[in-house]
C-alpha cells in the first residue's frame, strides 16, 4: 500500500510550509503596522525586523529537508488536493534554493529603509533622496532575478513572482489588445457631445463623515467586521489571512469618489482572504491565488458593483442621509460621475476604466526598460511625463504627481503592476459568468443584496485556495480560459451608453 | 594576540543573537497588536503566528553553533563590555537548550488563545470557559519549568525569567519586610482622624478629554512622539524598543487618578526602552535590564513625580484649562487625593503605595500555592475573596474585580508579580540617589521641568542595558546594595504627613 506511507511524508511537507504561511502573516502585519500605526521614528528597528523575518522565512522554504519531501512525493499517490499543495510549495521552492538567504534579508531591510523615504519624497515632491535608494533596490532585484536565472530576462521572473501561471506574452498581449481597444474608445469619447460632470459627487464632505459612509457601505457589501477592520493610510491597501483580514483606505475631504472607491476595491481584496477556507489555513489550500485573481476581486467590487447605475440608485439615498446635499442628485447623475473619464487625470488610483489601463501601460513600460538596463532611475522623471503626454495628453507638473506616487517601486514590487490590467480583464469575465449562472444582477444591486455576488464568488474562487494554477481556476470558475473580450465588450458598452458613441 | 582572534568569534555570537532580539521585537508588536487593533476574529491566525514567531527565537538562542561560540568565547581575552554581553547570552542560552521547542510553541500558541478568553471572562464575569484554559497554561509552565531543573522549586525558576539576578529570596525578604512595615502604617492610617477625599479628582471627565490631557502629561515629562504612541487597552502596558515604544492606558469617565496614573506609569516603561543606546540595538548592550528595573522606572514616575505635591502643584492649573472645575482645587487637597489610602480598593493597578503590595503579597501567595501544587485553578477565587479579605479587609463581589482583575496568569507570566514590589522598593532608592546627587528635585517638579530626572535616569540606568547585572547595576546607580529602606522610609514619611500618625 503506497498510500500508507505517502501520507506521512506529505504531512511532514505540509508542517513544513505552515512555518513560511505564518511568517508570511507576521510579515504583513510588521509591514500593516509601518505604514497605519507605527511612530515615524521606529524605521531602524522595523527594518531589521522585517529583514529577520524574510530571511527565516527563506531558510524555512529553502531548506533541503522540504526539497527531499518534494522529491520522495514526486511519484507517490496523492489525492488531488495534495498534489495541488505540493504543486505549490515546490514551485516556491524551487525558486527560494536559488537565491542567497543574504540577498532576501538586505532586501528586505532596504525596502523597509525606503517607505518612509520614498513617503517623503512624495509629501515634499522632491526625490533626491529617494532615487539612490531605488537605484540600490533595483540592483538587488536584478540580482535576485539573475540567481533564479541568469539567461532569462529578469523582467519575466520578476513578473512571475506576481503572477506565476499567466506568463508574461500573455499580460504583454492582453495590455496590446487593450491599448488597441481602449484608444478608439477614448477618442470617440474625446470627439463626442456628451459632457459629463463629476460635481454631482464634488463639494465639501467632512472626513469623518465619509469614514461613517465608507463603513456603512462595507456593511452592506457583507464586510467582517469580526475579522476586519478599516484605517487610512497614504497607499490603500489590505493586508490579511482568512481570520484577520483589514482593509486601508484614504480620503478626499472634496469628492467622495476616490474615498469610496478606494474602500470597495480594498473590500474585493479583503474578502477574498475572508473567503478562504480556514481550515486548511497554514497550507496552499487555504492561501489566495496570485495576484490576477486578486485583483480581479478588487476590482469586480470596484467597478462591476461600485461603478454600476443599479448599485448607485441604491446607495445614493443612504449617502444622502449624511450629506443632504446628494438628496438633488439623481442615480444617472451620480453613475455617470463615476464613470467620468477623465483623459488628463494623473492618479492611477482615481482613474476612470479605460484611461487607467494607459497608466499601467507606462508604468509596464517603464520597469521593463528599467530591468532591462536601458533606463535610469535618474532618467524615470521625465520619461515618466513624456509619456503621460504621449499616451493620455497631459503631462505631470510635479513629481508627487507623477512617479512618486505609486509605492510599489519604493517595495521593490518590479512586475507587480500589469497585474492591476489582467486583474481588471478578469473582474469582467466572472461578472459575466455570474450573470450567466444566475441572471442579471442589477435588482440585486439595487436593492444592495450583493450578498448573492459574494456567494458567487465563494464557490467558484474563494474556496479553492491555490487548488487550481491561475488559468484553470479561470475555466473552473467561468467555462472560459483566459481573455480581455468580456472586459472590452462591458467597456465598449458601457461607456459607449454613456458618450453616446 | 589572542585579542585578533576572539573578536570575529565575538562578532559571530552577536550576529547569532541579533535575530533574536529582532524576533522578541516581532514577538512584541504582535501582542501590542492583539491587545489593541486586532479584530475579535483574528486570533486562530495570531496565535500561530505568535507559535511560530517563539518557536524559531527559540531555534536560534539554543542553536549548538551559539554554544560553540560560548564555549570557545569562555577563557578569551575580552573587553568588559564584551563580557557582558558573553555573559548575558550565555544566561539565555543555556536555559533554552534545556527546554524543547516544541513546548515553547505550544506555550505561547495557547496563551495567545487564551487572551481573549481571559478578556471575555473578565467582562462577562464568568470564568467558565476560562479555568480549564488556565488549567493547561500552568501545566506547561510547570513542564517548562521541569525541564530547566527538575529537582527546583518550578516557581523559583519561572521567577529567574522575569528576574534573573535578584535571587527569590531576595523577593520573599522584600515583601516579608514590606508587610511588617506597611500593616502598622495602615493600622495608624485606620485610626487616624484625617479624612482625605478622593472627591477632587472625581466627577465628569469626558474619555477625548482626558485623552488630550494625557498627551499633554507626556509631553511634559519628555515622551518621544517620534517614537512613541497611546492608545488604550483592557490592561494598560508598554511595547517598545529603542526606535518605537508605545504606552497604552485606560481611562474611567468619572475619576481623573487611573487615567493619568497609567499613562505616567507606562511613560516610565517606555523612557527606558527609549534611552537605552541605539547603537547597541541588536545586542544585549541594547536591551533593558529585566523587569526590577523595568518596573523602578515606571513606579519613579508614577509614585515619586506623578504623585507628588510640587508636580500637582505644576499640574493642575494645566489639567484646569481642560477642566474648569479643577480651578478650585488646590495642589494640596489634589496631592491628597491622588495619595488617599483605600483599604477597600480591589483593583491592584489602581492600588495607593501601601495597599499595592498587599494586593502583590496575595498574588504571590496564590502563584507560588498553584505552582507547588497546593491549590487548583478552581480554587483560586475562594482563596482570592479569602486573602482580600483577611489582608485587605474586603471582599470582592465579581470575579472580575477579583482574580480576573490581571492579564498576567493567561499569559503564562507566573512569577511576575513580585517584581511590581521589588521595582516600586528599587523607585524609592533611585529616587533618592537623585536627590543626593542634584539635591530637592521639588522646584524641578513645581516647574514641571522634569527633563534632569530623565537626564539623571538616562545615564545611571538607561544608557547601560544589560551591562550589570541587576545588583551591579543598582549599587552603580545607587552607591547602595538593594534593599527596601529607603521605600518604607519614603512611605513612613509621606504618609505620616499627609494623615498625621
Known amino acids: 500500500m503506497q498510500r500508507e506511507h505517502d501520507t506521512p511524508r506529505y504531512d511532514q511537507l505540509i508542517d513544513a510550509y505552515r512555518p513560511i504561511v505564518h511568517l508570511d502573516g507576521v510579515g504583513n502585519l510588521l509591514s500593516w503596522d509601518q ?32 526539497g527531499d519531501y518534494l522529491r520522495e512525493l514526486g511519484d507517490a499517490e496523492l489525492t488531488e488536493i495534495e498534489r495541488a499543495a505540493v504543486r505549490e510549495i515546490k514551485r516556491q521552492h524551487e525558486r527560494a534554493v536559488r537565491v542567497p538567504t543574504e540577498l532576501i534579508e538586505e532586501l ?44 532569462r530576462d529578469p523582467y519575466e521572473i520578476l513578473f512571475e513572482d506576481y503572477e506565476p501561471y499567466l506568463s ?42 465619509q469614514r461613517s459612509c465608507v463603513e456603512d457601505v462595507l456593511d452592506v457589501l457583507g464586510y467582517d467586521w469580526e475579522h476586519g477592520r478599516i484605517d487610512t493610510s497614504t497607499h490603500p491597501f489590505t493586508s490579511g489571512n482568512p481570520f484577520d ?11 467622495l469618489r476616490p474615498g469610496l472607491g478606494a474602500t470597495i476595491h480594498e473590500f474585493g481584496h479583503a474578502d477574498y482572504e475572508l473567503g478562504l477556507p480556514r481550515d486548511a489555513y497554514g497550507t496552499p489550500l487555504g492561501e489566495s491565488r496570485d495576484l490576477t485573481v486578486h485583483e480581479s476581486q478588487s476590482r469586480l467590487w470596484e467597478n462591476h458593483v461600485g461603478r454600476s447605475r443599479p448599485f448607485w440608485t441604491f446607495l445614493l439615498p443612504r449617502l444622502a442621509e449624511t450629506f443632504p446635499s446628494l438628496a438633488d442628485v439623481s442615480p444617472d447623475a451620480a453613475f455617470a460621475a463615476v464613470n467620468k473619464v477623465y483623459p488628463d ?11 487607467y489601463h494607459l497608466h499601467i501601460i507606462v508604468r509596464y513600460e517603464i520597469e521593463r526598460e528599467v530591468m532591462a538596463g536601458s533606463l535610469d532611475v535618474a532618467e524615470i522623471p521625465a520619461v515618466w511625463n513624456d509619456r503621460y503626454e504621449s499616451y493620455l495628453g497631459v503631462r505631470p507638473e510635479t513629481e508627487t504627481d507623477g512617479w512618486l506616487q505609486d509605492i510599489h517601486w519604493s517595495s521593490g514590487y518590479f512586475g507587480y503592476f500589469p497585474t492591476y490590467s489582467l486583474g ?18 442589477d435588482e440585486q444591486l439595487t436593492t444592495g443584496s450583493v450578498g448573492v455576488i459574494q456567494d458567487w464568488l465563494r464557490e467558484a474562487v474563494h474556496h479553492h485556495g491555490c487548488r487550481y494554477p491561475t488559468p484553470e481556476l479561470i475555466e473552473t470558475a467561468t467555462g472560459e480560459s483566459f481573455g480581455a473580450d468580456a472586459f472590452i465588450a462591458y467597456v465598449s458598452e458601457k461607456y459607449g451608453e454613456l458618450y453616446d458613441l
Not at 500605526?37 to 525586523?49: I, L, S
Not at 456628451?194 to 454631482?200: H, L, M, Q
Not at 487625470?345 to 484611461?355: F, G, P, S
Open 168 to 209: 508574461l506574452d500573455t499580460a504583454d498581449a492582453v495590455l496590446a489588445e487593450l491599448r488597441d481597444a481602449l484608444v478608439p474608445i477614448l477618442e470617440g469619447i474625446a470627439e463626442s457631445e456628451v459632457t459629463i460632470s463629476g460635481e454631482p459627487l464634488q463639494g465639501e464632505f467632512p472626513i469623518d463623515q
Open 245 to 255: 483580514s483589514r482593509v486601508t483606505t484614504r480620503f478626499d475631504p472634496t469628492d
Open 345 to 355: 487625470k494623473l492618479i492611477r488610483v482615481e482613474a476612470d476604466e479605460l484611461t
Open 424 to 441: 481588471s480583464v478578469l473582474a469582467a469575465q466572472l461578472y459575466g459568468a455570474i450573470e450567466r449562472d444566475i441572471g442579471s444582477l
Open 35 to 66: 505604514q497605519v500605526m507605527m511612530p515615524a521614528g521606529g524605521t531602524p528597528a522595523r527594518a531589521r525586523q522585517q529583514a529577520t523575518v524574510s530571511r527565516l522565512r527563506h531558510e524555512r522554504l529553502a531548506d533541503p529537508t522540504v
Open 108 to 151: 528586505r531591510q532596504l525596502t523597509a529603509e525606503a517607505l518612509p523615504v520614498w513617503e517623503e519624497a512624495r509629501e515634499t515632491n522632491d526625490s533626491t533622496g529617494f532615487v539612490p535608494m531605488l537605484e540600490d533596490v533595483i540592483e538587488l532585484k536584478r540580482e535576485y532575478a539573475a540567481h533564479i536565472d541568469p539567461d
